[in-house]
């Protein structure tokens, strides 16, 4: 099944990502409409006509005609919001969200959902070091992965729809993973490198005022240590176990580069430096 | 004393951040010649109108008529290069460079060159990921820092045409360190973060192709580990005690971040998320 104008599509959670999935969508000329929990976010989306309709409550009219309902909550809140309020939702109604972790998430969700409705958890790999929907920007799946991580009570045909909806909002790749493989390279790709963000910028490696001194390389591996601590906290604790795991892969890497340099062995520095080389190669983006 | 417009510059070694120097100058009304290995590079700047004059070897000529000569070699190749061409210089020439570590160069050429010659180190920070002078772009210099390194044999009116020299070429910031404070602060800015980088890159988390499944912070984070190996290999070990300490220094605060994690320790990993976050807002490119 393909996303279709006929699909009613109610975004949960209007905030960044809400907010860019709410524009792209409007652009192609879906029916957009929002509830989330601020009016001002409401009113701004409606102004800038990212939507049709919205709410700053659970409104029972607009859960009820929803064909598809996105959830862009933190995941503790996406949570609770189904617990609370899947019985406002129509049968038949299909789930997805944009929660960066899945294994816990996916099994809770599974655990308690209506079996008339399903849902299928999906990870849209792109985001910006500032929140809320006025810096929402659906520029920012330009060249992006989207990732869906479907379990065995998934239908094709829910699947299909997410992978549809992730090529529909403009993604440059959609692949399948399952919610553990899924959190196992999360930890390595994003929230390791969230880690080296915060530590490096919580060092104090000098009195000097450092910003004065500074090159592009550290700008680049600090920008993502502007974050919502809220948001990335709840996060690094739900996929701490594959997290730690990470990091300790990561950090016995490094120590294996200041081995090499304590030993002054030139050759093996050269050699990580150009396995590196050849290998950052494969990640650049294809815009 | 100033950069003036009689002041006749040669560039020794024309590869991406010579080739940035001559376009920046040449574009400002400044007389520009340049020595390098390579004919192919010259034959480039002379058709690029980067450059005036050039010689793909020891242009006695052109030696003999700068008075300001830019080395922007690899550190040992600018040491060879005065230690045997000195000679052809004109007395009283002001000599500077673009090396990334600096105690060991400017102490190395401080003991040896002529009486009559002056050499004051600068570090232009700003790079590409690509070398050459065909990947040159004075717009490198936008926003980005220049530092001065001099030391107790340093004349003001030297300092003072570096530090204009640094205006001249676009930098956004102009300062002076001590060669060993540089080299320190150095080491954390850039060599750790290249460090990281390639760390990232040469770990096998997963048997996956990760770059199906990153993100913009892994791309972000490892944008420098397509790297020069022949070059950094050299700047890692002219400054290896400088840049293990800075290793240490974050490994030890990766670390304390890893046990917040473990301990589950919400509030300590939120408290390092706010601290990163206020420190990095100082960090911004002022353009």
């Known amino acids: 099944m ?5 699909h009613k599509i109610l975004i949960v959670g209007l905030g960044l990502l809400g907010g860019s999935y709410a524009r792209a969508l409007t652009k192609h000329g879906y029916s957009v409409s929002a509830i989330t929990r601020d009016q001002s ?3 701004y989306a409606l102004e800038q006509g990212m939507i049709q309709k919205g709410a700053a409550f659970v409104d029972e009219a607009l859960c009820a005609e929803a064909d598809i309902v996105i959830f862009a909550l ?3 809140v996406f949570v609770e ?21 899945k294994s816990c998430v996916v099994e809770q969700i599974h655990g308690m959902l209506r079996s008339d409705l399903e849902f ?9 070091e500032r929140s809320g929907v006025e ?3 659906d520029s920012i799946f330009r060249g992006a992965n989207y990732v869906v991580t479907p379990t065995s009570v998934n239908t094709p045909d829910a699947i299909e729809l997410c992978e549809d909806l992730g090529w529909k909002l403009g993604f440059a790749r959609v692949s399948r993973l399952s919610p553990e493989e899924h959190d196992e390279i999360i930890a390595f790709v994003s929230q390791l490198t969230h880690c080296i963000a915060i530590s490096l910028m919580t060092c104090q490696p000098t009195e000097q005022p450092l910003e004065d001194y500074t ?5 680049d591996l600090t920008r993502i240590a502007r974050m919502n601590d809220e948001m990335w906290s709840e996060l690094f604790l739900l996929n701490k176990d594959a997290l730690l795991e990470q990091m300790s892969l990561f950090q016995d890497e490094l120590s294996k580069l200041k081995i090499l340099l304590r030993e002054g062995n030139r050759e093996g520095l050269r050699d990580m430096m150009r396995k590196s080389t050849a290998r950052r190669a494969l990640f650049d983006k294809k815009i």
Do not use: C
């Open 74 to 76: 933190y995941p503790h």
């Open 2 to 6: 393909k996303l279709n104008k006929n």
């Open 135 to 137: 810096n929402s920007d």
């Open 120 to 128: 299928i958890a999906a990870h849209p790999m792109a985001g910006r």
């Open 81 to 101: 919001w189904i617990r609370e309020n899947q019985r406002y939702l129509k049968a038949g109604a299909i789930l997805t969200d944009v929660t960066g972790v």
């Open 41 to 43: 976010s409401i009113d």
């Open 215 to 219: 090159g592009d390389s550290f700008r």
